[in-house]
């Protein structure tokens, strides 16, 4: 009997110094059992993480059993979130749950928003993309213009998503497939997809193929990401080669791209005055939406569409058939101003033609001027409006 409160007694103190308060920043909760006795001490709070553990301390069997949670402050959590979203700009839902299911680990979470990543374009890559942006390359030798698609526009206002644009244009600019002695190529997205490149983005770094960089992306915005195709146009070999980009954030985006060459005869003549012009007709391409370059290059089915459309117009006036006729002719001529670059009226001073501005251009050159190719592309209208020549690029 007095053995068993002499036992007790070492137990009581121990009590009541794991009962005292005790200042830091964690939650445990301690346990002591002896022989069937049980005694359950206080809580600590802790951000670290759960660490159980039990550990005999002394001969008698007593065991410390201490259980931490993972209760995380408000102001911290406001904080990991903060830091993942600007690691990864994936939307702040995800990454909330990212970080609730790896237990505010930001590390892990990082890695299982990867992972999700992979899903979610997925399952986002048969939904629209309507919306997009336009990035323009450019060397001595070809521009290249190419869209990269997503739903809503305040993804293309991203600076990730500008950036991989560009990033696809300027690899695009070095691809063999894009090369072609002359006129304009088309990009199919199966010319792209699988071109390595190296990547150095704070969000998108290392070498990785196009395929895989979109889908990376896809993941972060949340939406369905996807290029949309391209053009490569060449340049002269005596010349110059223009380009206009409309609605452009930084340089080399945009949302409607002109392109157009200038083709000089004489090799000796100064481009000076080429080039200034060249510039005026780019910006002229993007306005005035040409659909072709002469009125010889209009196709025989646009050409007949047309016609019948101005014929029926013309009968429902129940004129004479030679009056009808004239109607029709008419008509067409202000068909081919508002369709044929060449006919139509100059943006800049709509006195002249496109046709006479090449030959006041060619008298103060003092060699013959000429357009050897233009090129319109607009966000959307899944680069319909070019000029002649166009093959297509074999997937490489």
């Given at each position: 009997m007095g053995m068993a409160r002499g036992m007790m007694r070492p137990l009581e103190i121990l009590y009541k110094r794991l009962s005292s308060p005790v200042k830091c920043g964690h939650t445990y909760s301690t346990t002591i059992a002896h022989e069937g006795t049980l005694f359950t001490m206080f809580t600590e709070n802790s951000a670290l993480g759960i660490s159980n553990y039990s550990k005999p301390i002394n001969v008698f069997g007593i065991h410390f059993t201490r259980n931490y949670s993972s209760e995380v402050s408000t102001s911290e959590q406001m904080n990991l979130i903060k830091q993942l979203r600007e690691r990864t700009s994936a939307p702040i839902k995800e990454v909330k749950s990212a970080l609730v299911a790896c237990n505010w680990d930001i590390e892990v979470a990082q890695k299982e928003l990867r992972k999700r990543g992979v899903v979610l374009a997925s399952k986002k890559s048969s939904r629209t993309a309507a919306e997009g942006l336009l990035a323009l390359a450019q060397n001595q030798n070809k521009a290249v213009v190419l869209e990269l698609k997503c739903e809503t526009d305040f993804v293309a206002r991203n600076d990730i998503?500008?950036?991989?644009?560009?990033?696809?244009?300027?690899?695009a600019l070095l691809c063999e497939g894009?090369?072609?002695?002359?006129?304009?190529?088309?990009?199919?997205?199966?010319?792209?997809?699988?071109?390595?490149?190296?990547?150095?983005?704070?969000?998108?770094?290392g070498e990785k193929n196009v395929q895989n960089a979109i889908t990376e992306v896809a993941a972060m915005m949340g939406e369905n990401v996807k290029i949309g195709g391209g053009f490569a146009i060449s340049a002269p070999s005596?010349?110059?080669l223009s380009?206009?980009?409309?609605?452009?954030?930084?340089?080399?985006?945009?949302?409607?791209?002109?392109?157009?060459?200038?083709?000089?005869?004489?090799?000796?003549?100064?481009?000076?005055?080429?080039?200034?012009?060249?510039?005026?007709l780019a910006m002229h391409v993007v306005a005035a939406k040409p659909l072709f370059l002469t009125k010889e290059a209009v196709t025989s089915d646009a050409l007949?569409?047309?016609r019948d459309i101005l014929r029926?117009?013309?009968?429902?006036?129940?004129?004479?058939?030679?009056?009808i006729d004239k109607m029709v002719e008419g008509r067409l001529r202000k068909y081919f101003e508002e369709v044929v670059l060449m006919e139509q009226k100059f943006i800049v001073n709509d006195t002249v033609n496109i046709k006479t501005l090449l030959d006041n251009?060619?008298?103060?050159?003092?060699?013959?001027?000429?357009?050897?190719?233009?090129?319109?592309?607009?966000?959307?209208?899944?680069?319909?409006?070019?000029?002649p020549y166009v093959v297509d690029c074999l997937a490489t």
């Open positions: 998503f500008q950036y991989l644009a560009l990033s696809l244009a300027n690899s894009s090369t072609q002695a002359s006129g304009t190529i088309r990009l199919s997205p199966e010319c792209l997809e699988d071109l390595k490149m190296s990547f150095d983005h704070p969000k998108l770094t005596h010349g110059v380009t206009y980009l409309h609605t452009s954030p930084q340089p080399g985006i945009g949302r409607i791209a002109g392109i157009l060459s200038l083709e000089v005869e004489d090799k000796d003549a100064s481009l000076d005055a080429v080039q200034r012009v060249g510039s005026e007949g569409n047309e029926s117009q013309a009968e429902s006036t129940g004129k004479s058939q030679m009056a251009l060619s008298k103060e050159v003092g060699s013959t001027v000429k357009i050897g190719n233009f090129l319109r592309v607009e966000v959307g209208e899944g680069l319909k409006r070019f000029g």
